[in-house]
């Protein structure tokens, strides 16, 4: 599993590293720089000493010695001054043959350097330099020392050589500190960076970074919903404007799509509604084929049995006149089945009457109680809105006869039945609610089906709502239920308005 780190630590990491180091690189340059002054200068001060030394040992008088016991009884004299010379850590002499004759240690020393036969040539200095120039995270000599050689002459001829350690561990050790001080100020210079650093790349980059990301999640989810970002660099303010281009492109799209989606819906109710209007259409067209077939080859021959039977019922009596009768009742029974299919297959010749359709409701609701029916039902009256229709006024009253009774039915024969209307645009809207059983949603979608019927067999065939419905709609009318289990049935008849002057 990879670990990940955020952009601001990236930054702030790569900031800080990149300015640490260029500040460890400037310090050290310089420190090295100094490094060098400061030898040049140590070395151009020990050359003098060595050989204000040497050229007062050869000012010795003869009277002083002769040769290197005139050097050493010189240096004998010397050594409280060279002593106090800063930096002087000892020094020797040595004859021609580069034997030491005398040596002194004001500290701790290695062994001098060996010298070469050329270093008693006239005027020649010789020196030899052990430091370490860079010691910070690597161990240090024990000693840091500068040694310088130089003959000593008489009459053209040398007869000793002066050998000088100087010392330069006091140099050393400055630089030491001054190489700590560098790398403790590039630490404390990265913190103080890195603090202003996380300050500032959390305002002006993170921050606007990480609205975009949470606008980037939220569009993600659907949501739509421009960013912003007050405040931030050019890019981020450039990648804000960028971001919010594409929502309002993504918005225009989506809307669109919701255009092309509510056409294709529009597109797919009206596919579905000629689809049942083809079918319905297929139903009529084997219905009426059926319906003309049976008038022709039913009709005739049922209406000489009707005739047979009449005739015979009055010469008959006991339990041959209650065998007519019960075919007087059968025989009914199948007059009645051809003439709904002949009603639904071809209503007969259609007689335009404009009329209004509330007042024949109430009419027909009288005329069904002075005929037994609708005895035990309430039926409140709460319809204000009135007009006139222009259609056949006795397939309109089929059509309240089929409602009302459908109604008794759903109750049972007794329940409350409540009228109301509406009048808008043009159209009269009629409701027709009970307090039945109700339907269920799969139920009420098929009620207008031919020969769909939810009661017992022989009391219906399924054929009077669909007969409504096709006189509804014949008068430019709709037929609508809204039904629920155990909540009641509501049917609603909507038709144009016409006006009076017409």
Not at 87 to 101: C, N
Not at 369 to 376: A, F, N
Not at 486 to 496: I, K, W, Y
């Amino acid at each position: 599993m990879s670990l990940r780190t955020g952009l601001r630590t990236e930054i702030i990491l790569s900031i800080t590293l990149l300015m640490a180091a260029a500040i460890l690189f400037a310090g050290f340059l310089q420190i090295k720089l100094t490094e060098q002054n400061l030898l040049e200068q140590q070395r151009a001060q020990a050359a003098s000493i060595i050989r204000l030394t040497v050229a007062s040992l050869e000012a010795l008088s003869p009277t002083d010695g002769i040769g290197h016991d005139r050097a050493v009884a010189g240096l004998d004299r010397l050594q409280v001054v060279l002593g106090r010379q800063a930096g002087i850590s000892g020094w020797r002499l040595l004859d021609t043959r580069l034997q030491v004759l005398a040596s002194t240690s004001y500290a701790m020393t290695d062994d001098f350097s060996t010298l070469p036969p050329a270093a008693m040539e006239r005027d020649e200095l010789f020196s030899e330099l052990v430091y370490n120039s860079f010691h910070l995270f690597s161990p240090a000599p024990k000693t840091n020392y500068l040694d310088l050689s130089m003959p000593l002459w008489d009459d053209a001829e040398a007869y000793a050589l002066l050998q000088i350690r100087f010392s330069l561990d006091d140099l050393h050790a400055r630089v030491k500190r001054s190489q700590r001080l560098v790398v403790f100020y590039a630490v404390v210079y990265g913190l103080v960076l890195a603090g202003f650093g996380v300050y500032l790349l959390n305002r002006k980059i993170v921050q606007p970074v990480r609205r975009l990301q949470q606008a980037t999640t939220t569009v993600a989810g659907g949501v739509l919903t421009p960013v912003e970002v007050p405040s931030g660099p050019g890019e981020i303010q450039e990648l804000a404007e960028s971001f919010n281009r594409m929502i309002s492109a993504l918005s225009a799209s989506r809307a669109e799509s919701d255009r092309h989606i509510a056409s294709l819906q529009e597109a797919n109710l009206a596919l579905g509604q000629a689809r049942d209007a083809l079918v319905r259409s297929e139903k009529l067209a084997t219905v009426g084929h059926l319906a003309a077939g049976m008038a022709h080859e039913i009709g005739n021959p049922l209406g000489a049995v009707i005739g047979y039977l009449n005739l015979l019922q009055p010469d008959l009596d006991g339990e041959a006149r209650d065998l007519v009768e019960r075919s007087l009742a059968e025989t009914g029974r199948i007059d009645r089945l051809v003439r709904e299919l002949l009603d639904y297959a071809g209503p007969g010749g259609r007689v335009e009457v404009v009329f209004s359709p509330l007042t024949q409701l109430r009419e027909t609701i009288e005329m069904l109680r002075h005929q037994g029916q609708l005895e035990q039902v309430v039926i409140t009256d709460d319809s204000l809105d009135d007009g006139l229709v222009s259609m056949d006024p006795g397939q309109m009253m089929q059509v309240w006869i089929n409602l009302l009774l459908n109604a008794q039915d759903a109750m049972q024969g007794r329940g409350r039945i409540e009228l109301t209307s509406r009048s808008e645009a043009g159209r009269l809207s009629v409701t027709l609610r009970d307090n039945g059983s109700g339907m269920s949603p799969e139920v009420a979608a098929r009620i207008f089906e031919p020969f769909f019927t939810t009661k017992a067999p022989g009391s219906g065939y399924g054929l009077g709502l669909a007969v409504c419905q096709r006189i509804i709609e014949d008068g430019g009318g709709t037929l609508g239920v809204n039904s629920a289990p155990d909540q009641g049935t509501a049917m609603s008849v909507t038709l144009p308005l016409v006006k009076e002057s017409s």
